[in-house]
C-alpha cells in the first residue's frame, strides 16, 4: 500500500516538477533577454554621455523612461509567472499536495443551521426521505471496487482481494502487486497485465443491484453524476448514460496503442484475441511494434480530463452525496469527498469503515450531515429502493438483466464501433 501511495505522489511531483522547470526555464529566458536589453542600454548610455548636445541628453532621458518601463514589465511578469504556478500547481493531478476545499472557504454553520441538514437523523430512512421529500435531486455518486464484488470481480485492497491474490489469478509474480497496473512496469513486462486482462474482460460479468440502483438515479432525472474508479464497465452494460458517468480510472472500453507518437485505436475484437491467446497486444501500425493497452489509468498515468473539467462544478452543486464500495484510499479521486458544500450530506455505503483520511466525521461527537451504512452495496441499496418505492423498478432492471447474451460483450464492441 505504501508503494502505491509512493507512485501516485510520484505521478504528481514528477508533474509539479515538470510544470515549475518549465516556468524556470522561462524565466530564466527572460533574464537573459534582460541582461542583453541592460547591455545595450549601457552601450548607449556610453555613448550618450560621451556627447554634449541636448538631443543626445533627452535621448538618454527616454531611454531611462524605456528602462523603467521594462522593469516595470518584468516584475508584472514575474507576477503573472508566480500566480501561473500556484494555480497550475491547484489543477488536476496536484489535489493531493494543495487539496481545495470548497469548505474552508464557507462560513461556519449555526446550530440551527446543522440542525436543517438531517436533523441529527443518521438513519437509512432519513437518506431516503431526503429523496422523497425532492431535498436532494442532484445527487453525486462516488463508486469503487466494492460495487462490483457481487458480480464476481474481486475489489483491490480486501484479504480477499486482488492485491493479496494475485498468485490465484495465476499472474506472475511482480515486485509489489500494485505493479500490475504500474505503467512504467507495464512496458517492462507486460505479462502480469496480460494474465489479468483476461480474467477482467469486459463480457465475462454483468452488473449488479448498485449498477442498476444508479441507473434508476438516472432514469428519474436525479443523477448530477456518477464517478467511478472501475474499469469493469458494468456502468455501461447497465445502461448508465455515458455523459452522467466520469470513469476517473478510464475502462477496458477502449484501447490504444502505447506508442504516444502512435496512439492508434485497436479494435476490442482483435485486441481480445492476442489476451485470449496470452500474447501481449501489440500495435500493428506504427513501426515499433508499442504495446497496446485499454485506457485504463495505470499508475504513473493522467486522470482523464473530464474529472478535472466536471469535478468542481458537479461536487459544489451536488445535494447529497453518495460513497459506495471503496476504500477512499486512492488520491485524487478521494479529494471529492472534500468538494461537496458544508451544508451537503454525505452517505457511505461500504462494508467497513472507512473515509477517515478525508474528513467523513459519522463516528464523530460533533457530526452532523455524514451517515454510515454498513453492510454490503446490494443489501443496502434494496433497503433504500423498497424505502424509496422503487423496490418493483429494481426487480425489473435485475431481470431484463439476465437476458442479455454474452453479458453484455457485443454492447462494449459497439460502443467502441461509435466512438470518434
Ligand atoms: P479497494 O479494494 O481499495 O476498496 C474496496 C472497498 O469496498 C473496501 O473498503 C471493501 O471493504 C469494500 N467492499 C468490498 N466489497 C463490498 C461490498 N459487496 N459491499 C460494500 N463494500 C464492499 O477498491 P477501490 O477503492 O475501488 O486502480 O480502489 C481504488 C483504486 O485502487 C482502483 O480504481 C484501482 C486500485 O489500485 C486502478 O485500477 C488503476
Redesign the pocket.
Known sequence: MAQ?KEHIALHIDDAGKERTGELRKELSGVKETLNGVQETLKNCQEVLDSSVSQDARRASEDLDAQWKNFQDMFDQMNKNMITNLASSLQQEGFGRLMRPSLSSTEEELTPEQKEEVLGYDFSLQKVASLIKSKKATKIVVMA????S??AGIP????AG?LYANLAKYNVPELPTP?DV?CIEYFHEDPMPFTVLAKDMMPGTYAPTPTHHFIKLLSDKGLLQRLYT???DTLELLAGIPEDKTVFA?GSFADVHCTNTDCLERMKLEEWRKSIEQQEPPRCNKCSEEALVKPD????GEDLPERFSTLRRKDLGDADLLII???????SP?NGLVELVRNTTPRVL????A?GDNVGLAYAEKDNYRDVFLH????EQITTLCEELGWGEELKELIERQKSKANNGWDQVVWAQSQLP
Open positions: 502505491e469503487g471496487a466494492g460495487i464484488c457481487s475489489d483491490f485492497r480486501s482481494g500494485e497496473f474508479q472501475n474499469i480510472h485504463i489509468v495505470f499508475f459506495m464500495g471503496t476504500s477512499l484510499y486512492v479521486f455505503i461500504n462494508n467497513e472507512v453492510g454490503t452495496c446490494d
